[in-house]
């Protein structure tokens, strides 16, 4: 399993903050995003496919060419505003 | 006590008992370097009723407790801790306390306005403001590229 | 109180006190930055008792009054405070205070560090060291030269 | 009459913080250094000539050519080591 994290405006938009799905649905993190538009219709292409999205794996942030493995906790979100 | 400290926290703190603790933490400490961020009245011409402030629950901590140990890597410090709040902050409310401990001003200068870079540019929150208009996430302004420039090693 | 003050006190200072006077004085302050100074234990490997400082009543207050005024045409500023100590002094207590507000962080760094700077290099206190060796007047490290140039004008 | 103030170092080498004198004795702050240490003995010139003594006059730093008139206030001092 893959355990998948939304926050901010992306949490808010897609109604839900965590999920988890199937390892062997995606090798990366580029292939995770696409399956979870596939998965859950086009209207999440909208919000994970807008600019700037970042995503982290395990708490760092990557690339989308990460590969994932069974374990991982991937979080995709927003740029940062705090301070 | 450590002397690298980071917390995240609804509640409000206080400088003095925060630099106390910094003092605890370090011998022979010479300089302390603040900075307090605090919610701001007015944004992009809206009065802000109300501000939301969200986090990754264990990556921020982690992420920031990182940054300090880069930055005692990078400068002569004794001691530093961030103090950053969550939840509902009004106008005029205290978010954020960077302090750092040093021998010397300039170190505690330095590594307090690399940490801010950090935690405004790169550290895992979100703000959404709440105006007499509605409420909205809040634009990022800067890019990781002005920091990490600001930064980048001779 | 006035958005730009200075106070040559023996009593001890509470930042928290200090930077809500910073806020009274001002609107839509988003950063603080603030700089503590604190008595050193030790100083060339001598371990200090205590410390006397004496300051040119008048001038001390004039001058560093014009220095806020500086850094306030220098940058956009809402409100500067300085708190600087005299007299009798021992290692681990504040010596001196310096806040500025600002809308933005890097304006309040650098006012900060500017007025640090003049604090430390310019405006008229003197400092005795007593330790366990005797007391003696501590000498002047760094030359104004140094401060000139960091701070001149491109 | 001149008021003439002593700091710090200068203050207890001397074993005085005030003292007044007759304007006519120095027209400029060079002159009334040299006009004190006249009148005080050769010890003055110790601590009045050591390196990088600061004169003010009227509260603020001036050259050694300053001009002085009466009623003027002129300190002496050390280099300064506050903060």
Known sequence: MLKVLFFARLREELGIGELNCAAEQAATAAQLRESLVAANGE????????????????????DWSQPLQAGDEIAFFPPVTGG | M???????QS??????????DL??????????????????????RLTVVSM??????????KSILRVLQEARQRWQLNAARVVHRIGELHP???IVYVGVASEHRHAAFDACAYIMDYLKLQAPFWKKEITANGAHWVD???SDSIAAQRWSKP
């Open chain 2, 2 to 8: 450590q002397a690298l400290a980071v917390a995240i």
């Open chain 2, 92 to 94: 005029g409310e205290q």
């Open chain 2, 52 to 61: 939301q402030l969200e986090h990754y629950p264990g990556m921020t901590e």
């Open chain 2, 11 to 20: 509640e409000d703190f206080s400088v003095d008992a925060e630099n106390a």
């Open chain 1, 43 to 62: 209207h999440w292409r909208a919000s994970l496919f807008a600019d700037n999205i970042i995503v982290a794996v395990n708490q760092e942030v990557v």
């Open chain 2, 140 to 142: 990022a302004r800067e």
């Open chain 2, 23 to 44: 003092l605890r933490q370090s011998n022979n400490t010479g300089a302390i370097a603040n900075f307090v961020g605090i919610v701001r009245v007015n944004n992009d």
